[in-house]
Nanobody, 123 residues
Framework: QRQWVESGGGLVQAGGSLRLSCTAS????????MGWFRQAPGKEREFVAA????????AYADSVKGRFTISGDVAKNLLLLQMSSLEPEDTALYYC????????????????WGQGTQVTVSS
């Protein structure tokens, strides 16, 4: 059973920065591609960013382009999300998951989710 462990969230003022981390067992962590998703209260979970390891191709939701950077170390089963210039609209529970590209959309490759890490941005 896949188990994701997200960490690094917290309370930050608008304009601030946070770095999220995601780890998993070697059997769980995807060697193909990994991504971040988020879910705000009362809203559906949405795609944030993805990285494909073989060529380090990255993709971002329009709402976070230029502010968030996805990276990681597949040898260490580690996925990161550097978030800068945070806005109150970024407030959400952030999750990681294995992903794959379906047409033009990065979608989760499994329906199992971790506990997530809460990011709260105050105005």
């Amino acid at each position: 059973q896949r188990q994701w462990v997200e960490s690094g969230g917290g309370l930050v003022q608008a304009g601030g920065s946070l770095r999220l981390s995601c780890t998993a067992s070697e059997r769980t962590f995807s060697r193909h591609a990994m991504g971040w998703f988020r879910q705000a209260p009362g809203k559906e979970r949405e795609f944030v960013a993805a990285i494909r390891w073989r060529d380090t191709t990255t993709a971002y939701a329009d709402s976070v382009k230029g502010r968030f950077t996805i990276s990681g170390d597949v040898a260490k089963n580690l996925l990161l999300l550097q978030m800068s210039s945070l806005e109150p609209e970024d407030t959400a529970l952030y999750y990681c998951n294995a992903v794959d590209l379906y047409g033009s959309r990065w979608l989760p490759d499994t329906d199992r989710w971790g506990q997530g890490t809460q990011v709260t941005v105050s105005s």
